[in-house]
């Protein structure tokens, strides 16, 4: 069955780096989009990043860029998502999700995607 796992959340100081994985199994990975998206307490999820399935195109919500960087290996059925200079509004759950479309059009919208992990925590705080 279809599924993704993150991993790579944890505590950190502000301005601090970490990078979380989403490791995919139960289908080709080549052939979806995936999302970042993070949820912090009382806030609607929202979309942090997007990569294409050949990774030939990538977008992030205006909070992380320049900041967050996204990326995949397919032949290691996992996508990333690098976060350098983390600030305390950083903090949430960030779940991966796989797309339903190939277009990055209106990425950041949860009802673009059909299957999600179980989320990973990321709390930045001194």
């Known amino acids: 069955q279809v599924q993704l796992v993150e991993s790579g959340g944890g505590l950190v100081q502000p301005g601090g780096s970490l990078r979380l994985s989403c490791a995919a199994s139960g289908f080709t990975l080549d052939d979806y989009a995936i999302g970042w998206f993070r949820q912090a307490p009382g806030k609607e999820r929202e979309g942090v990043s997007w990569i294409s399935s050949s990774a030939d195109s990538a977008y992030y919500a205006d909070s992380v860029k320049g900041r967050f960087t996204i990326s995949r290996d397919n032949a290691k059925n996992t996508v990333y998502l690098q976060m350098n200079s983390l600030k305390p509004e950083d903090t949430a759950v960030y779940y991966c999700?796989?797309?339903?479309?190939?277009?990055?059009?209106?990425?950041?919208?949860?009802?673009?995607?059909?299957?999600w992990g179980q989320g990973t925590q990321v709390t930045v705080s001194s």
């Open positions: 999700a796989r797309g339903l479309r190939t277009s990055g059009k209106r990425w950041y919208r949860p009802d673009g995607y059909g299957y």
